[in-house]
């Protein structure tokens, strides 16, 4: 046997007569309760106007954002993708 083997063999023998240890995971505190977020809403339909008839796009020369991830709605994610946009619009 070679220096190495043994030294393998030492271990492995070392290690099989080591009691058997239960892993103890540390106690965590209890998770907060889940508490809904209710903000108050306007009282008629006047007071949306500004964020349901707002102005289409804005006059705006074109951007490109280079990001890492683009997490887009209806597909899957893009890894470093580009989001080019002009007058507001993507």
Same mark, same amino acid.
């Given at each position: 046997m070679t220096s190495f083997q043994t030294t393998?063999?030492?271990?492995?023998?070392?290690a099989a007569l080591l009691p058997a240890q239960e892993a103890k995971t540390p106690e965590r505190a209890p998770a907060p309760p889940f508490q809904l977020w209710c903000p108050r809403r306007p009282a008629d339909e006047a007071d949306f106007k500004v964020a349901k008839w707002g102005p289409r796009n =804005? /006059?705006?020369k074109?951007?490109?954002?280079?990001a890492?991830?683009? =997490? /887009?709605?209806?597909?899957a994610?893009?890894?470093?993708?580009?989001?080019?946009?002009?007058?507001?619009?993507i």
């Open positions: 393998c063999a030492g271990i492995a023998l070392f =804005l /006059p705006s074109g951007y490109a954002f280079f890492a991830k683009i =997490l /887009p709605v209806t597909s994610p893009i890894i470093d993708g580009v989001v080019i946009t002009r007058n507001g619009v």
